[in-house]
């Protein structure tokens, strides 16, 4: 029924246009049919308990040693950093590490801890990042009562993106972070067809709500897009800071 041209019955005209764009748009998103998925969802098994791996994950670090991961130097060579009481930490100097897989689209756990004992500020405490493809980071930082620029501090995409909240613990202690990732997309000549996404729950917080990241995280220049493969390695900053990690797993989505 069209809308009247004055008042009707109690309803204005604007009213009246509202209700019948809401009712147009409502059966835009019923497409006929009721959906109808014909293949059933693969089974996994969760881990058996709250942050542990689910039986289709692979684990890249469960406190044992670096197998997974090689030096971001060189990556042919091995992963140069410690593995002490089931955690493995920076060893300042060394550069960053990498896993040996590549990796597109993504769920990622990962578990981290800055030095108990408070040294610096800002930038310079208990810094390093967790690098999807080997280029988009999401900053690990101590920001447990500690002020930087709000999109570097922890749970932000570095530089372009602060955490919807601040959800940190104290120094010393075992904070996570889990992160669904999607990958750019580029054609053949480079141009970029799709911009990687990112969702993160920082200690079960959500801090970014499927953010759209607008390049590499540069920390010195704007954000830019430069094709690269399709998958990458993971990697970890050493930024010098003796910051600990454990219990690593991820899902492949694509
Ligand atoms: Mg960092």
């Given at each position: 029924?069209p809308?009247?041209?004055?008042?009707?019955?109690?309803?204005?005209?604007?009213?009246?246009?509202?209700?019948?764009?809401?009712?147009?748009?409502?059966?835009?998103?019923?497409?006929?049919?009721m959906?109808?998925?014909?293949?059933?969802?693969?089974?996994?098994?969760?881990?058996?308990?709250?942050?542990?791996?689910?039986?289709?994950?692979?684990?890249?670090?469960?406190?044992?040693d670096?197998?997974?991961?090689?030096?971001?130097?060189?990556?042919?060579?091995?992963?140069?950093?410690?593995?002490?009481?089931?955690?493995?930490?920076?060893?300042?100097?060394?550069?960053?590490?990498?896993?040996?897989?590549?990796f597109?689209?993504?769920?990622?756990?990962?578990?981290?801890?800055?030095?108990?004992?408070v040294k610096?500020e800002?930038q310079?405490?208990?810094?390093?990042?967790v690098?999807?493809?080997?280029?988009?980071?999401?900053?690990?930082?101590d920001?447990?009562?500690n002020?930087?620029?709000?999109?570097?501090?922890?749970?932000?995409?570095?530089?372009?993106?602060?955490?919807?909240?601040?959800?940190s613990?104290?120094?010393?202690?075992?904070?996570?972070?889990?992160?669904?990732?999607?990958?750019?997309?580029?054609?053949?000549?480079?141009?970029?067809?799709?911009?990687a996404?990112?969702?993160v729950?920082?200690?079960?917080?959500?801090?970014?709500?499927?953010?759209?990241?607008?390049?590499?995280?540069?920390?010195?220049?704007?954000?830019?897009y430069?094709?690269?493969?399709?998958k990458?390695?993971?990697?970890?900053?050493?930024?010098?800071?003796?910051?600990?990690?454990?219990?690593?797993?991820?899902?492949?989505?694509?």
């Amino acid at each position: 029924m069209p809308c009247p041209t004055r008042a009707f019955r109690g309803i204005s005209l604007a009213a009246c246009l509202l209700t019948m764009t809401a009712v147009t748009v409502a059966q835009e998103r019923v497409p006929g049919q009721m959906p109808n998925p014909t293949k059933a969802p693969p089974a996994v098994t969760p881990g058996a308990t709250p942050g542990s791996p689910p039986s289709d994950a692979i684990v890249l670090f469960d406190g044992s040693d670096l197998s997974q991961w090689a030096s971001q130097k060189d990556s042919k060579a091995a992963a140069p950093w410690t593995v002490a009481d089931s955690a493995m930490q920076v060893k300042p100097g060394t550069g960053g590490i990498q896993t040996r897989r590549a990796f597109g689209d993504v769920q990622l756990h990962i578990e981290w801890a800055t030095p108990d004992l408070v040294k610096g500020e800002g930038q310079g405490r208990g810094n390093s990042g967790v690098f999807l493809m080997n280029t988009y980071e999401v900053q690990v930082l101590d920001s447990y009562e500690n002020t930087t620029y709000f999109h570097g501090q922890a749970g932000a995409v570095y530089k372009q993106h602060k955490p919807l909240v601040n959800a940190s613990r104290k120094p010393g202690e075992w904070q996570t972070y889990d992160i669904v990732f999607r990958a750019p997309a580029f054609d053949e000549d480079g141009k970029l067809l799709k911009r990687a996404t990112f969702t993160v729950f920082h200690n079960g917080v959500l801090v970014q709500d499927h953010v759209e990241v607008m390049g590499v995280t540069a920390h010195d220049r704007p954000p830019y897009y430069e094709k690269h493969a399709p998958k990458l390695p993971l990697s970890l900053q050493d930024h010098g800071d003796l910051v600990k990690f454990r219990n690593i797993w991820i899902r492949e989505l694509d």
